[in-house]
């Protein structure tokens, strides 16, 4: 005896079920229909789908506006040849290299403008610096420090602006061990 009104005491799960069963039961047996009409199942899934979009653009744009906020302008020049890949900036830092996050095309656009082997193409674009950088230099590709990804382009030329500082690619230091 203990055990059965233990098993339907409130607060358990079967007491649950029971006394939905029991108003199952009684809402029927007043007359109220368990089955939807077609209006009633179409508004429903109108307002499911209305809060699924509104949910899903509110998660879109507020990841959109923390991830945008961390591009920024950049202009320098880019090498995209055999034996060297990479960006420098018109700040004179050192060069890193580049991945193309926005399908700008950026190496197609420098095979198009190049003349000869590593020219380097001036370069206005929005991206932000992401990470250690990937292999670029030398015929052991060797690493770059940095990484920079590029979402637009803004302006690519073969002319240089006066102010920018960027090394040319003679003028890296090449730094290895002898064995």
């Known amino acids: 005896m203990q055990a059965g009104r233990l098993l339907t005491s409130a607060g358990t799960a079967t007491a649950f079920s029971l006394r939905l069963r029991l108003h199952y039961k009684a809402a029927r047996a007043t007359g109220v229909k368990a089955v939807m009409n077609f209006n009633q199942i179409s ?38 040849d055999e034996e060297l890949i990479g960006f420098f900036s018109c700040s004179g830092s050192k060069g890193m290299s580049f991945t193309d996050v926005g399908n700008t095309n950026i190496s197609n656009e420098y095979a198009l403008r190049k003349a000869k082997i590593r020219e380097p193409i001036y370069v206005e674009f929005v991206g932000r610096i992401a990470g250690e950088g990937r292999a670029g230099w ?31 690619p003679f003028e890296i230091e090449v730094e290895y061990e002898e064995p």
């Open 43 to 80: 508004t429903y899934f109108y307002i499911c789908a209305v809060l699924t979009v509104f949910t899903g653009a509110g998660m879109y744009f507020f990841h959109e506006k923390s991830y945008s906020d961390q591009w920024s302008a950049f202009s320098g020049y880019v090498i995209d």
């Open 138 to 168: 030398g015929l052991a590709g060797e690493p770059w420090e940095r990484n920079v990804e590029i979402k637009s382009i803004k302006k690519i030329e073969r002319i240089f602006p006066e102010d920018c500082k960027a090394r040319a």
